[in-house]
């Protein structure tokens, strides 16, 4: 089985710049998950989808970050404009059933680093 | 959520058991313990769970104290490769569309 794909590996960019980052789930997996991971802390949940719905998204910073999940399979997290504190590893997970805690399955993530 | 408490850091030899502890002394009756483990520049990786009774699987073992107040997660012969964050974490089975969320967890390293 195919894991979660994410791109890009990497980006640097500076500040008031604009990024985004691609996320293909596993095949079948109605619920995706972004999360940002600050250098030292655990991973911090940004937005859920459930199919191309959003059902959570009230720790995304919605004055500079959005996000889309197109025909509730691959989807893009952007951000514009960046700022210095933005830089972290932005992960994305899915998962078969929306809730089912042992059930996600993560990507390596993107390193974002604003300068 | 039960809050968890994890030490910061641990060591290990590499070929020992690793015994990761946790406490949860706010678990309540239906919520299960969960481990993930995050190992350098990946994502976290779903590792074991359990309610009450120990849990073992090809990874790992866990054990619950009797009381639910605390449990540890057991790698019983460590390798390099085991070198990693290992996150507690502790929710119901099926949360609806509530998600995990994650502490700073414990840093094992394991060395020759």
């Known amino acids: 089985e195919a894991g979660v794909a994410q791109s890009p590996r990497y980006k640097i960019i500076e500040k008031r710049q604009s990024v985004a980052f691609w996320c293909n789930p596993i095949?079948?997996?109605?619920?995706l998950y972004w999360y940002q991971q600050i250098l030292g802390q655990g991973p911090k949940l940004l937005i859920q989808?459930?199919?191309?719905?959003?059902?959570?998204d009230s720790q995304l910073p919605k004055d500079r970050f959005s996000a889309e999940r197109l025909k509730g399979v691959d989807s893009t997290l952007k951000i514009q404009p960046a700022k210095l504190e933005d830089s972290a590893v932005y992960l994305c997970?899915?998962?078969?059933?929306?809730?089912?805690?042992?059930?996600?399955?993560f990507g390596s993530g993107t390193r974002l680093t604003v300068v | 959520d039960a809050k968890t408490t994890q030490p910061t850091s641990m060591d290990c030899a590499e070929g020992r058991a690793a015994n990761l502890p946790c406490n949860h002394s706010t678990i309540s009756g239906n919520e299960y313990v969960y481990w993930y483990r995050q190992i350098h520049s990946q994502g976290p990786q779903y590792i074991i769970h359990g309610l009450k009774n120990n849990e073992t699987n090809e990874m790992a073992s866990l054990i619950i104290t009797e009381d639910r107040k605390s449990s540890t997660l057991i790698l019983p012969h460590a390798t390099l490769r085991d070198t990693a964050v290992y996150y507690c974490i502790v929710r119901l089975l099926n949360s609806g569309y509530s998600t995990l969320t994650f502490g700073k967890g414990t840093m094992l390293l394991v060395s020759p």
């Open positions: 989808f459930q199919n191309n719905g959003v059902v959570d």
């Open positions: 997970a899915s998962s078969l059933v929306s809730g089912l805690v042992a059930g996600y399955t």
């Open positions: 095949s079948g997996h109605a619920t």
